[in-house]
């Protein structure tokens, strides 16, 4: 019963158009009242301590160091760097946008980030020779959502939180099947541009390429040090956070000297403003859960899955359509916070890798900032674009479902995630 509480409160809730976080709180209160232990002070402490985690540090670290790279230059010369690699090749200026995206992707974390960023170098450059605007908005954007499953990645700080996993194995976790979905959009772009008919490309003289590769150094440095520091137990991913924000106001200032006082002011507000929206949300969430694991609400998954805990991949399959719907309607992160600590109880009982499991599950709800009626990177795509929500998902399309075809391997394949993890972390 407890269950159906929360389920139809959460939905009538959203439904009244109630921000997220507001909703989880009113959730814990209503299961509260149902169950009879009216204490408010609950509540307050449970969102307090749901916050009051090293780990969750990282997720303002990255942030800003996303923020001041954004601001800094780092992205205009990932994105020439990208050219420089795949300009060449007719429809180049798509493969650059997939190869930035997997480049930027190592240092943001973030869709949304990657979309802004990228979209509003890529767009213009793509729409001026010749690409259909909706095509061009619509390929960057479902190339952003590289960025979250590529280590460092914002979502696995938060699930490996949640979830009480090593966010270093996770993000391990998420290299392989980042690439390989870099790697199936170029090859759907390929044959966009055949049917598209686009034959421009993109050329350098050789002094260009040399400063070209000169000023990306310092960027491309960024992510080996992040994640090879992680992996070599240099620094914690919290502490690679730090790293991030540090290495990035040194390279924006004292190399590429685009940053000024002013401008870092800028980026330290906006920054506190998107983390603060974020933290808002995993203290609701924190709130909800302590209510929803008392009411053992994840033993009452448990008996509703129960026909499927022997047969893993019915079981994956029946998460992962639900996933994809719920994707559909809510944000990555209310996602992950909300249904984690539900369903891992469930797949740990049916014998599945969590690591496997949680990479699945982001990759899934990655899925859904770009697929309608609400898909948060998709609302950026419009913007940088300037075109409407129903164009940019005509053109977005295509991508959606290649990324749901890799989606499906990763599901009937898990070895394609495990194994390498357990190469590169070395168990």
Known sequence: ???????V????????????????????????????????????????????????????FFMLAGEIMAQGGLSERIVKLANLVVGR??????????????????????????AAALGSILVPLMQSSGYKVERAAGFICAGSIIAPIIPPSIPMIVLGTTVSISITRLFMAGIVPGLMLGIALMIVWKFIVKIDGYTDVVTFSREEAKQIVKDSLPALFMPVLIVGGIRLGIFTPTEAGAFAVVYALIVCTLVYKELNLSKIVDICINSAKSTSLVMFIVASASAVGWFITIAQIPNQVASLLGGLIDKPVALLLVINVFLFLIGMVMDLTPNILIFAPVLFPVIIQAGIDPYFFALVMILNLCIGLVTPPVGTVLYVGCSVAKISFAKLVKGILPFIIVELVILLICIIFPQLVIVPVKFIMGS
């Open 89 to 114: 090749i007719k429809g180049g200026l798509g493969y650059a946008a997939i190869l930035a995206s997997i480049l930027f992707a190592g240092l943001s974390g973030s869709a949304v980030a990657d």
């Open 9 to 60: 409160s959460l939905f009538c809730l959203l439904a009244f158009g109630i921000p997220i976080a507001i909703v989880l709180a009113l959730c814990a209160i209503i299961l509260m009242l149902f169950m009879g232990q009216w204490d408010p002070l609950t509540i307050s402490q449970s969102m307090v301590m749901g916050t009051n985690n090293f780990p969750l540090m990282a997720i303002p």
């Open 1 to 7: 019963m407890e269950l159906l509480i929360f389920v």
